[in-house]
């Protein structure tokens, strides 16, 4: 038989080579203010910030792809979309958790995620102040350091009462009936963890917490989560338990099928449809 090549490790390296890149951009500028250029994006009454850092990685993420596959195409959030009917597409969220970049705490995250065929088959959380890429297929999943890389595995829990959960703001970014069911899942939960937006994601991935729900996410905030999660054992679904789709909308990450539908049950009654 011929020799073949899986593309996807070819592309592995060099989604290590973006989030390098990403880095460059950002770490000069978390907790420098005279760097930061902060604009408020957002409605009235709704902060949605972003920084020199966003703009800066994403035009250096979108440099790099061009230069490297010109026939892929390009969805971010700060220059929208680029032939996303292309056979790759790059889905990025250069710095999710900007509110976090911006109160100077170092659970932002990088996130660069590749679609084949509109299937998200590759993806990575990047956390460069603390030196971690969490990356994967649905093949597998590792956290990659400068002192090495290790896999990456969800941990069993049998019961909702026994998860650590999470979220990341449910009294902003969940609405009236959302935050009702959010608070009876926290209730029943072993206890609940806030602000992480996609590192929650990671240590889904690497067996820290068992489970995350959110509300509201576009595709760039959850596409390059999802091979992470599935290649580290993981469940991600939305609110009804089905697939994500490409729309981004309300979403359960798990670990355990068990404390999965366990949440299912609470969080149907809400489901908005995709």
């Not at 990088?110 to 084949?116: A, D, E, K, M, P």
């Not at 729309?247 to 068990?258: F, V």
Request: glycine share 10%; net charge negative.
């Amino acid at each position: 038989m011929p020799h073949t090549t899986d593309p996807l490790d070819e592309l592995d390296a060099f989604l290590l080579e973006l989030n390098r890149a990403a880095a460059d951009v950002i770490l000069p500028v978390f907790r420098n203010a005279a760097q930061l250029a902060m604009e408020d994006k957002g409605s009235v009454g709704a902060f949605d910030p972003v920084t020199a850092a966003d703009r800066g990685a994403e035009a250096a993420i979108r440099k790099r792809v061009a230069a490297r596959y010109p026939s892929h195409g390009v969805l971010g959030e700060e220059y929208g979309a680029d032939r996303t009917d292309a056979e790759w597409v790059w889905v990025i969220d250069p710095i999710d958790g900007t509110r976090a970049f911006v109160a100077g705490l170092p659970v932002w995250t990088t996130l660069i995620g590749l679609r084949h065929q509109g299937r998200p088959v590759l993806g990575s959380i990047g956390q460069p102040v603390l030196g971690e890429v969490f990356i994967g297929t649905a093949g597998g999943a590792r956290c990659v350091t400068a002192g090495g890389e290790r896999a990456l595995r969800v941990r069993p829990c049998a019961h909702l009462a026994d998860a650590v959960v999470a979220t990341t703001d449910p009294f902003k970014l969940l609405d009236e009936r959302e935050l009702a069911v959010w608070q009876r899942v926290q209730a029943v939960a072993r206890f609940a963890r806030y602000g992480c937006d996609a590192y929650a994601y990671a240590m889904v991935a690497a067996g820290f917490v068992d489970l995350v729900a959110e509300s509201s996410l576009k595709p760039w905030d959850i596409d390059a989560a999802v091979p992470v999660l599935q290649g580290a054992g993981g469940l991600v679904t939305d609110w009804r338990g089905g697939g994500i789709g490409t729309n981004g909308g309300q979403m359960l990450i798990a670990g355990d099928r068990r404390v999965l539908d366990e949440a299912l049950v609470l969080t149907r009654e809400v489901a908005r449809s995709p």
